[in-house]
């Protein structure tokens, strides 16, 4: 079984762009399709990137998603960072499509 | 719109079992996967189980398996999560999701605000 191990928090300004990783443990990260969600306070989670680096309709384009093989990870990329944007995100993936797995989560700060 | 709407969570003891509900509407319920996602207070997202479109298929989470049964109702448009042998370990905020695929693609595409299960003697 694999894990995804994401920094536990960053803190960025706004205008600026933060880079969340999402290292998978064992495996290789492109043998299944990462999603990444967002959470605020009190809120249950919303998408922002499914199947690697794909935005829902309604996501604004400032959110990118992408996978690199050489360091088995995943990363959401936010650029322009907006106050709104502070938030919990985690990655999700899943396993012989019979096990999902979240990373622990990162708590962002737009300050 | 698609809505997923928990219910049935509450304080028990451990030991003791609890039924969770979640009412879908907004969408053709029996096309699609559903899931629990369990959240314990401060802590991160742990999927616990999901349910093929017809039932027919099951999938847990290992530290739910033969605890924890989810089943589904298609004429009512309702998931279930029976949970049995609770912990105090399994206090948590419990969230219905629906899967993008008709079995366990894992991704989920809509969720519901959650149940609060607390679990205390």
């Known amino acids: 079984n694999f894990m995804l191990t994401q920094p536990h928090s960053l803190s960025e300004s706004p205008g600026k762009t933060v880079t969340i990783s999402c290292t998978r443990s064992?495996?290789?990260?492109?043998?299944?399709?990462v999603q990444w969600y967002q959470q605020r306070p009190g809120s249950a989670p919303t998408t922002v990137i499914y199947?690697?680096?794909?935005?829902p309709s309604g996501v604004p384009d400032r959110f990118s998603g992408s996978i690199d093989t050489s360091s088995n990870s995943a990363s959401l990329t936010i650029s322009g960072l907006k106050t709104e944007d502070a938030a919990d995100y985690y990655c999700?993936?899943?396993?012989?499509?019979?096990?999902?797995?979240f990373g622990g989560g990162t708590k962002l700060t737009v300050l | 719109q698609v809505q997923l709407v928990e219910s049935g969570g509450g304080v028990v003891q451990p030991g003791e079992s609890l039924r969770l509900s979640c009412a879908a509407s907004?969408?053709?319920?029996?096309?699609?996967?559903m899931h629990w996602v369990r959240q314990a207070p401060g802590k991160g997202l742990e999927w616990v189980a999901v349910?093929?479109?017809?039932?027919?298929?099951?999938y847990y989470a290992d530290s739910m398996k033969g605890r924890f049964s989810i089943s589904r109702d298609n004429s009512k448009n309702t998931l279930y999560l029976q949970m049995n042998s609770l912990t105090v370990d399994d206090t948590a905020v419990y969230y219905c999701?629906?899967?993008?695929?008709?079995?366990?693609?894992?991704?989920?595409?809509?969720w519901g605000r959650g149940t609060l299960v607390t679990v205390s003697s």
């Open positions: 999701a629906r899967d993008n695929a008709s079995g366990s693609y894992f991704y989920f595409d809509y």
């Open positions: 907004g969408f053709t319920f029996s096309d699609y996967g």
């Open positions: 349910a093929w479109y017809d039932g027919s298929i099951e």
């Open positions: 064992s495996g290789s990260i492109d043998s299944s399709f």
């Open positions: 199947e690697d680096s794909h935005r």
């Open positions: 999700q993936s899943y396993e012989s499509l019979n096990r999902g797995v």
